[in-house]
Structures are given as C-alpha cells and as structure tokens.
C-alpha cells in the first residue's frame, strides 16, 4: 500500500460517523382550491338604465296619439307597483290609472275645483294649464294608504315617527320609476300636484278608499317636441367621495 492509499484512508477513518441511511417518502404536493364564486349579469347594463334615466323628462303639451296600448300601459305600471321598494315591505303604495274620458274627466275636477277659488286676472293662465293636461293621453295617480303607514306605525313604535317618510320615499320612488319606463317606452309625460284640492271629489267620483291619500298626478301622452336643454349644478357642489 502506496503513501497515498493510507493518507486517503486515515482521511477517511476520520470523518465523522453517520447514522443508518434513511429514506425520505416523497412529499405529495397540496390540493388546489378554487373559487366557484359566479355572478349573474343583470339583463340590462347600469349604462343603459342611466341612459333611460337622463332620457326622463318634463314634456309639455302632450297629445292623445300614443305609440302604445292602454293594456301595456296597465301593465307597466302594475309590474312597477309590485317590484318598487318600500321600508319593511310595507307596500302601502296605491295607483289609479285613468285612459281617455276618464282622464278628461279628472282634469275637469280639477278645472271646476281651481275656477272657484283662483281670482278672475290669474284663470287665463291657470286654465289654460288644465287644459294642456286634459290634452293628453291619461293620468296616473299615485296614492299613499294610511292605514297600512298607521299599522306599520303601531306594530314598530320605535321606529313609529319614521314610518309616514318612508312612505313617501317609497312612492317618490314609484313616481319615478313610472315617469321613466313610459319615457323608455316612447311616451312623454309630466308630474302635477293639485292634490288636497281635488282629493274629495276624486274619491267620490272613483271609489276611492277613504285610507288612499293622493299624492301626485303623472300625465301621459304623445311627445309634441323634444325637451329643451337642462341645467346642472357643479358635480363638486353635489358630490362626494371618500376611499381608505
């Protein structure tokens, strides 16, 4: 044995001394997860329904020629009624409709009503505005029925001072949903306020339950124009927004 092969062995004779080779498993790799989250598109786009609400506006005359039928209109406005929100589903909100004659026949209330009590220099104006709304296609009326605010009142005290706001906020809401599908559907329309002059024969002429009080008028008709140019307030007087 050469000097070299003892050299390589006493290196080796002085390493140090292992224990018994084991044999590490390999390590499976995890699961993977996944998100399932879907989400369903809306049939309409918030761009579209914003388009349909800077469409809305105030027409004025309106005609008797709609592109549309009573039945649709009907239709319209009963699926609105039932879909608008209202504080605890409270539902108090309560519609009218009046086509052709029976539309007529409100604004002529309502031309009897103001002739009595508006001075003889102001009627020029004012009767010919019940005129242009008599003009139109049709009116909806939108009602509040107390007795179910008054129920909901008794039924959540705490929250009983509240309950004749949020009704109306409810039908503000309806108010404007309607004004904006019958513009969507090609319609012109305009919202009156000749309520409480009118309420006492309205509710005698059409049955009305003595728990509807009315609110608004929306007449309906056929668009004579366009509406004119509408002014805004700066976005940074009405608008705010905070991000953290």
Do not use: C
């Not at 609105?80 to 029976?102: C, D, K, T, Y």
């Amino acid at each position: 044995m050469n000097s070299i092969t003892r050299t390589a062995i006493q290196a080796i004779r002085r390493l140090p001394q292992l224990g018994p080779i084991v044999t590490i498993p390999r390590r499976q790799p995890l699961p993977r997860t996944f998100t399932t989250t879907t989400f369903k598109m809306s049939a309409i786009s918030a761009n579209a329904f914003l388009e349909a609400i800077k469409n809305r506006r105030s027409h004025y005359p309106l005609t008797k020629e709609i592109p549309l039928s009573r039945e649709r209109i009907d239709e319209i406005v009963k699926e609105a009624i039932r879909h608008v929100p209202s504080s605890f589903n409270s539902q108090s909100n309560r519609v009218v409709v009046l086509h052709g004659a029976e539309h007529e026949k409100f604004w002529d209330i309502a031309t009897n009503v103001l002739k009595a009590i508006v001075p003889a220099d102001q009627w020029e104006s004012t009767g010919g505005k019940l005129a242009m709304f008599k003009g139109a296609a049709g009116s909806i009326l939108f009602f509040e029925d107390q007795d179910v605010v008054n129920s909901f009142q008794e039924k959540f005290a705490a929250y009983a001072d509240r309950f004749p706001g949020w009704a109306t906020q409810s039908d503000a809401m309806l108010q404007f949903t309607l004004w904006t599908a019958l513009e969507a559907e090609g319609l012109g329309a305009n919202l009156q306020h000749y309520n409480p002059l009118v309420d006492q024969q309205v509710a005698a002429e059409w049955k009305i339950p003595v728990s509807w009080k009315l609110n608004a008028q929306l007449v309906f008709g056929g668009k004579t124009g366009e509406a004119g140019p509408k002014d805004f307030k700066p976005i940074e007087e009405v608008f705010k927004t905070f991000s953290s």
